[in-house]
């Protein structure tokens, strides 16, 4: 669960990040970069992280 849940936040994050460079450099395909990546983060990371950390404490 440990590397799952890094190996998503870590690939949800870079596709923020790219997500925004796309859009500085005003190319196309920036929107859905971000998109992709605010949603993975959201349904994917946050909630691995949370089951993580809940089942590390015990």
Avoid: C, E, H
């Amino acid at each position: 669960m440990k590397k799952f849940t890094f190996i998503t936040g870590a690939f949800f994050s870079s596709l923020t990040l790219i997500g925004v460079l796309f859009k500085i450099q005003y190319w196309v395909g920036g929107s859905i970069f971000i998109i992709l990546g605010i949603a993975g983060i959201a349904f994917l990371f946050i909630p691995a992280y949370a089951i993580y950390k809940y089942n590390k404490d015990k």
